[in-house]
């Protein structure tokens, strides 16, 4: 089955959007907009969906970066065009939403972000911070294990010098012994 592609002209008269559009959003939202050989953009009737959804989005006071983080999730179904019901909103329009629905759905989608963000942060904090005391307990250990040998190499030099005062002190004694007593 051959799949129906729509050059960006068709696809922003479809979403009732200029192409300019199209491509900002592509951009910022982090769009996998397929290409051709050439590498011209070209549009699917998936693609054609997701626009509408942001559009709708888009319409009904989302930022994109909320819209960023809602279609890279996955939270959302796919909408169909007016269809609101898989919103995360009391009203079907932010028009109808008094102040108050709007800043607690403004805050809950905040605190989603915010605790993906921290969540991703700690475990790169994590292991960062891993990393670093293994180093810093691997240069102490060598550090140590550097004045361990520096206090037996100590050791061995005086007991290798009381050895040889040992030597010839005995030498000294054996040799007058060996002198005749005048």
Do not use: C
């Not at 169909?80 to 109808?96: C, F, I, N, Y």
Request: glycine share 4%; no cysteine; proline share 3%.
């Amino acid at each position: 089955m051959d799949k129906v592609r729509y050059m960006i002209s068709d696809a922003a008269d479809m979403v009732h959007v200029e192409t300019h559009v199209l491509r900002y959003w592509e951009e910022e939202l982090e769009l996998a907009i397929p290409r051709n050989e050439m590498g011209h953009r070209y549009y699917t009737r998936d693609n054609i969906k997701e626009f509408q959804k942001i559009k709708d989005l888009k319409d009904q006071g989302y930022q994109l970066k909320a819209i960023r983080m809602i279609l890279h999730s996955g939270e959302l179904a796919p909408l169909t065009p007016g269809d609101t019901s898989t919103l995360p909103q009391t009203a079907s329009s932010t028009s109808e939403m008094t102040a108050e629905e709007r800043m607690s759905q403004f805050r809950e989608l905040m605190s989603d972000i915010v605790g993906k963000a921290i969540a991703q942060n700690n475990e790169e904090l994590s292991q960062t911070i891993g990393k670093d005391v293994q180093e810093m307990v691997i240069k102490e250990m060598n550090y140590l294990m550097r004045e361990q040998e520096a206090a037996q190499e100590e050791r061995y030099r005086k007991l290798d010098a009381a050895i040889r005062g040992g030597i010839q002190k005995r030498s000294l004694f054996v040799h007058n012994k060996k002198r005749p007593a005048n």
